[in-house]
């Protein structure tokens, strides 16, 4: 991180429950609002994160007791700010995250799931690292470089 300075973080620990993905979407949308993000910037950043989130529940957790952790870290660097954003569960994790990363794959056809999650976040996001361990869980990290004139 040469010459980025850290300026602001959060963690959100929620239930690993549906209703929650609001929780997600709007604790990320306040967390950037000190970096006014635009609405195109924003729209794919609460994607990227319902995505995430979604996918523990399901497919971490497949809808049982758990726990997600959401973190988020803004940096800046002269005029650009970068949010760096995590989710872990301590879910069943993923056997094969190359296959999960492959458009349309899903491990539950039965509930008509479209298999778009692990593309939507690379989409909408400037990278993306999935580390899963089965029987342990999976951690998300994403990075987001916003528009420049926007300082922490």
Known sequence: MENKVFKNHMQLEMDAVSENEALARIAVSGFLSSVDPTLEELDEIK???????????????????????????????????????EIEDYGKGIANVEEAREPLFT??????????????????????????????????????????????
């Open 107 to 152: 491990t539950k056809p039965e509930e008509d799931r479209a298999g778009m999650g692990f593309m939507f976040m690379e989409m909408f996001m400037d990278s993306l690292e999935i580390e899963s361990v089965p029987g342990e869980g999976t951690k998300i990290r994403m990075l987001k470089k916003l528009k420049k004139n926007r300082v922490v």
């Open 47 to 85: 994607t990227a994160v319902s995505e995430a989130i979604t996918n523990s529940i399901i497919h971490g957790y497949e809808e049982k007791k758990g726990t997600i952790l959401l973190r988020g870290r803004l940096t800046s660097e002269k005029k650009e700010s970068t949010l760096h954003l």
